[in-house]
Nanobody, 126 residues
Framework: QVQLEESGGGLVQTGDSLRLSCAAS????????WGWFRQRPNEERECVAS????????YYADAVKGRFAISRDNAKNAVDLRMNGLKPEDTAVYYC???????????????????WGRGILVTVSS
């Protein structure tokens, strides 16, 4: 049974940085595709970043491109999301997700992912 757990969220000010981490347990996820999603109040869950299982393909939503970076630490069986230049509109619950589907590609649809963390709140004050 794969379990994912996010950490690193909290309250920050505009322009600050945060690093979210997602630790996996129950299985080694070295060749899994990872995704970071966020959900703002009354909005759909959206993919902000994804990393293909082979580590060669990255996806970033336009709203975070140049500010967020996804990376994987195989030794820790974990994936990080570094967030710089945070804005109030980045305020959301952030979720990590993983799937064993084709490791050559990243995926942006939430329905593609098999495993999810519980989510962690990031609040950016203006």
């Amino acid at each position: 049974q794969v379990q994912l757990e996010e950490s690193g969220g909290g309250l920050v000010q505009t322009g600050d940085s945060l690093r979210l981490s997602c630790a996996a347990s129950g299985h080694i996820l070295n060749d899994y595709t990872w995704g970071w999603f966020r959900q703002r109040p009354n909005e759909e869950r959206e993919c902000v970043a994804s990393l293909s299982g082979n580590g060669e393909r990255f996806y970033y939503a336009d709203a975070v491109k140049g500010r967020f970076a996804i990376s994987r630490d195989n030794a820790k069986n974990a994936v990080d999301l570094r967030m710089n230049g945070l804005k109030p509109e980045d305020t959301a619950v952030y979720y990590c997700a993983a799937t064993q589907r084709n490791p050559d590609y990243y995926f942006t649809l939430s329905s593609t992912y098999d495993y999810w963390g519980r989510g962690i709140l990031v609040t950016v004050s203006s």
